[in-house]
Structures are given as structure tokens and as C-alpha cells.
């Protein structure tokens, strides 16, 4: 079946500019992440939605980060006004529910590299 | 807090060498997950193992191996005769109960495998 995709996999983008990247999850995924690669870092978490649960927004690095998701579905991560330290690849994972008492795995897509200009 | 540390940032070796990635963990979490996942230069994330906290068993999969010990937090990683394909980026990661929401990453290590 078809595994998680994200659009644009490139875009580059001027300061001050807003983004608006895309993620496509598994079909039937309840649980929906975004996550930032760096240059040099490691995958930094951002954000976790779950149904229709509140997300949970504790890795957003400031108010310019938001994101939604739509229907339970299809997620959407906005950055306004870009600065060229959000430069990096951010990357979307979707698994099955998630718990405290157990582990579905998450699958990941294969990213949208961003650049500041 | 959860953290995750990889202290190798880069690692060269020829091929057929042995390599040992190493990964250290915290957590106060008594049950929690281990990950390892491989980035090739194409960028996708792929899952190689995931380890519970109340399983030490070392694990063995091919040319690959996990030394999993909880008295001194560590999962490591050894590629037994590596070879050119292994050249990537790999990554430990960690979930705990109280964070079931998210992987916290290591920040990698990238391993260059030379003929």
C-alpha cells in the first residue's frame, strides 16, 4: 500500500515569505508527527496529532510554526515569515493510534527540504 | 527528561571492517523503547530495530547487531564486515511511556564505508 508522502520534496523559499508544507499519512494512521532535521542535528520532534484529540503542539520552536489537520487526515505545517534558521527537512511520520501502553511503529515520508533564502 | 546521545559524528572505515555505533540513553521511564533507524543519501528514514526496556536480549540480524545494556543505558550498534551499501546516516531514538508522543533522536552518526 502506499506509505506516507509529503509535497513539495524541494522548496525554496525567501526570507519573511510564509511555507506551507504538506503530509499525506497512511490510510487508516490516527497518528499523525512532524518532525525538523537540521543540518548537524538530529530529528527534532514539532508537533503530534492523534484523532481528534488536542495535538500536542510542545516541540514548535515559536509562534511562527503551526499546523493543522483536516478531516483526520491530510496534515498541513505552516511557517510564517521564514527565517534561514528554518532551514532543514522536515519530515512527517503516521502510525496507527499511539498509547502509553503500547508501540505502533511510525512510518515516515521522505521529507520536504526547505531553504531560506 | 529524555535525551539521546550519540557521541560519533563521523566514522570512516574500509570495507570489511567491523564498525560499532554507539547510542546512549536517559530516561526515568521504566518502560520505554529503543530504536535505530539508517538515513541513506537518499534521505528516507529506515527502521532497522526496536528494543523494549524489558528486553536485553542482544539481538542478531544478519551483519548487523544490538548490544542492548541497561546498566550503562547504552544500545549500541555493530555492522559486522561492512560494506559500501552500509555508508549513511544512522540515528538512535527513544520513546518512553510519559512521552508516547514522539521519538527523541540522537543527532546521528554518519558512517562512510570506502572500497
Known amino acids: 500500500g502506499a506509505g506516507v508522502s509529503q509535497s513539495p520534496s524541494n522548496k525554496v523559499t525567501e526570507k519573511g515569505k510564509d511555507v506551507e508544507l504538506r503530509c499525506d499519512p497512511i490510510s487508516g494512521h490516527t497518528a499523525l508527527y512532524w518532525y525538523r532535521q537540521s543540518l548537524g542535528q538530529g530529528l527534532e520532534f514539532l508537533i503530534y496529532f492523534q484523532g481528534n484529540s488536542a495535538p500536542d503542539k510542545s516541540g514548535l520552536p515559536s509562534d511562527r510554526f503551526s499546523a493543522e489537520r483536516t478531516g483526520g487526515s491530510v496534515s498541513t505545517l505552516t511557517i510564517q515569515r521564514t527565517q534561514q534558521e528554518d532551514s532543514a527537512v522536515y519530515l512527517c511520520?503516521?502510525?496507527?493510534?499511539?498509547?502509553?501502553?503500547?508501540?505502533?511503529?511510525?512510518?515516515f515520508g521522505p521529507g520536504t527540504r526547505l531553504t531560506v533564502l | 527528561a529524555q535525551k539521546v546521545t550519540q557521541a560519533q559524528t563521523e566514522i570512516s572505515v574500509v570495507e570489511k571492517e567491523d564498525v560499532t555505533l554507539d547510542c546512549v540513553y536517559e530516561?526515568?521511564?521504566?518502560?520505554?523503547?529503543l530504536f535505530w533507524y539508517k538515513q541513506p543519501p537518499s534521505g528516507e528514514l529506515v527502521f532497522l530495530i526496536r528494543r523494549n526496556s524489558f528486553d536485553e536480549q542482544n539481538e542478531i540480524s544478519g551483519r548487523y547487531s544490538w548490544n542492548f545494556q541497561k546498566s550503562t543505558s547504552s544500545f549500541n550498534f555493530t555492522i559486522t564486515a561492512s560494506q559500501v551499501v552500509d555508508s549513511a546516516v544512522y540515528f538512535c531514538?527513544?520513546?518512553?511511556?510519559?512521552?508516547?508522543?514522539?521519538?527523541?533522536f540522537g543527532t546521528g552518526t554518519r558512517l562512510l564505508v570506502s572500497p
Open positions: 531514538a527513544l520513546r518512553t511511556n510519559t512521552g508516547f508522543q514522539k521519538l527523541v
Open positions: 511520520a503516521s502510525s496507527l493510534v499511539a498509547s502509553a501502553s503500547s508501540y505502533n511503529e511510525q512510518f
Open positions: 530516561t526515568r521511564d521504566t518502560t520505554y523503547y
